[in-house]
């Protein structure tokens, strides 16, 4: 077996001297000084393999991917333990400079090997990215080359995502809505608002910062730098009836959703499990993968964030409007679900439930409609709607929690988080020197006290 070898950089360079005094199957084909060079040779297919040295560049999950997408693997040389906790945070074998050349050449076999396994066997996990929502994933490493294990996920917070067909069936609102359920009930909760089309959740807590809180924790984890003291300080916390409810915030931008890298998502995700019980996320509408059919294959694609999330959550909320348009959408839109994201089995929920809309007797008669166009999965929960009550909350920028407690809509979101009311905590929050209390908004914006679980 032949394995041609590209190095990057000057100190991977060094390496080729001893590589090829070993006249074994690894071979290095080319030298390149910088990663932009690396890339375009791995792209023509010459090589299977990667040597790289810091001096050629700094690698990130979304350089990762296009080198996983022309089949090569990663071998970095690192002398220092910064550089190290990064190349594992991204999944990436490393050694040290001086490595001898028949344990470089080890290594480089092994990880060709393992790249292999997981390209003959698709169902194997893999690292740094999702198999559904991008198809260049990043390369797997479940062990460096000194032995060591990379670094894991090992939280067990739980993974929520709201998700709709377009037409805006009320995603934002359930969601927000949910979180603060969660919230009040005395868990530690973290809002993430992934819509890459039209981000609304700090709009709808009535915050005033103009920063992505989103955009900042995949910038990092893009980087492989990201860790939970990174995550929480980019989230902003937020007071809801004596609770604390951690929120990131979207893009605040439409053009900004290339921030939103699905291997840098996926990684923000994994820490969301460690720093909070439930993980609420706010996804955008649209599943297609028309970006597919670009010619240039390496391309961001924009809805790769809203798979990401789908896929990682644990459960899935399908929210769609109650009426004659809102419907048929859904059932489409529940089918390419299940088309793109085997597996999920999301909890219907149907919107904005009117007699207006419907005819009497709507729950009857939408519950009718499901059973005989719907599809297997019935419908979860029936909201109804309260226009009044939702724009007035927006225009406080609070919760229903907090603006309509006794309203039916919040309490069908309560029943569906599995919240009773009857049992909820209620303790007084008094206004402290860290907190800020907007004009005309019940919701408090909190700096750096205490806070509960890790948020």
């Known amino acids: 077996m032949n394995l041609p070898v590209v190095t990057g950089g000057r100190a991977a360079r060094e390496c080729v001297t001893g590589l090829e005094n070993l006249r074994g199957p690894v071979t290095v084909v080319r030298w390149c000084t910088n990663l932009a060079e690396v890339i375009a040779v791995c792209q023509t297919g010459l090589a299977r393999a990667v040597i790289l040295s810091a001096d050629a560049g700094e690698l990130t999950?979304?350089?990762?991917?296009?080198?996983d997408n022309a089949e090569v693997v990663i071998?970095?040389?690192?002398?220092?333990?910064?550089?190290?906790?990064?190349?594992?945070?991204?999944?990436?074998?490393?050694?040290?400079?001086?490595?001898?050349?028949?344990?470089?050449?080890?290594?480089?076999?092994?990880?060709?090997?393992?790249?292999?396994?997981?390209?003959?066997?698709?169902?194997?996990?893999?690292?740094?990215?999702?198999?559904?929502?991008?198809?260049?994933?990043?390369?797997?490493?479940?062990?460096?080359?000194?032995?060591?294990?990379?670094?894991?996920?090992?939280?067990?917070?739980?993974?929520?995502?709201?998700?709709?067909?377009?037409?805006?069936?009320?995603?934002?609102?359930?969601a927000v809505n949910l979180a603060a359920e969660l919230a009040a009930e005395g868990r530690a909760v973290l809002l993430i608002d992934a819509d890459t089309y039209g981000a609304s959740v700090a709009a709808c807590l009535g915050l005033l910062d103009e920063s992505a809180g989103i955009a900042q924790a995949c910038r990092l984890a893009d980087q492989g730098s990201l860790d939970r003291a990174g995550l929480r300080r980019a989230i902003t916390v937020v007071a809801v009836r004596g609770s604390r409810l951690g929120v990131l915030t979207g893009v605040?931008?439409?053009?900004?959703?290339?921030?939103?890298?699905?291997?840098?998502?996926?990684?923000?995700?994994?820490l969301a499990r460690e720093v909070a019980d439930v993980t609420v996320i706010d996804c955008g509408?649209?599943?297609?993968?028309?970006?597919?059919?670009?010619?240039?294959?390496?391309?961001?694609?924009?809805?790769a964030a809203t798979l990401c999330c789908l896929e990682t959550a644990d459960t899935v909320f399908a929210v769609g409007a109650a009426d004659a348009v809102g419907l048929p959408r859904l059932v489409r839109a529940l089918a390419d679900l299940t088309a793109l994201v085997p597996g999920t089995v999301p909890r219907v929920v149907l919107n904005k439930v009117r007699a207006a809309a419907v005819g009497r007797g709507p729950?009857?008669?939408?519950?009718?409609?499901?059973?005989?166009?719907?599809?297997?999965?019935?419908?979860?929960?029936?909201?109804?709607?309260?226009?009044?009550?939702?724009?007035?909350?927006?225009?406080?920028?609070s919760v229903l929690l907090e603006s309509?407690?006794?309203?039916?809509?919040?309490?069908?979101?309560?029943?569906?988080?599995?919240?009773?009311?009857?049992?909820?905590?209620?303790?007084?929050?008094?206004?402290?020197?860290?907190?800020?209390?907007?004009?005309?908004?019940?919701?408090?914006l909190m700096g750096n006290g205490p806070q509960r679980s890790g948020l």
């Open 363 to 397: 729950e009857r008669q939408l519950r009718e409609a499901w059973d005989r166009f719907g599809p297997v999965q019935q419908v979860d929960a029936f909201l109804p709607a309260e226009f009044a009550t939702v724009d007035s909350a927006l225009l406080g920028g």
């Open 75 to 174: 071998v970095a040389l690192a002398d220092d333990d910064d550089s190290r906790r990064r190349l594992e945070a991204l999944g990436i074998r490393h050694t040290t400079s001086d490595v001898a050349a028949v344990t470089l050449a080890s290594i480089i076999e092994a990880a060709v090997e393992s790249a292999g396994q997981r390209h003959r066997n698709p169902g194997i996990p893999q690292a740094g990215g999702t198999s559904y929502a991008d198809p260049t994933p990043a390369l797997e490493s479940d062990v460096d080359p000194q032995g060591s294990p990379t670094a894991e996920a090992t939280g067990t917070g739980e993974v929520f995502a709201v998700w709709g067909p377009t037409g805006s069936p009320g995603r934002t609102t359930v």
């Open 404 to 444: 309509a407690p006794r309203s039916p809509l919040r309490q069908g979101i309560a029943a569906l988080a599995g919240v009773p009311i009857e049992q909820r905590r209620r303790r007084p929050f008094g206004a402290g020197h860290n907190e800020v209390k907007f004009s005309r908004n019940g919701v408090r």
């Open 61 to 67: 999950s979304s350089l990762i991917d296009r080198f």
């Open 285 to 303: 509408f649209c599943l297609e993968a028309d970006e597919e059919l670009s010619f240039d294959t390496v391309a961001p694609r924009r809805n």
């Open 252 to 270: 605040t931008r439409a053009d900004r959703w290339t921030e939103l890298r699905p291997a840098a998502l996926t990684r923000v995700l994994e």
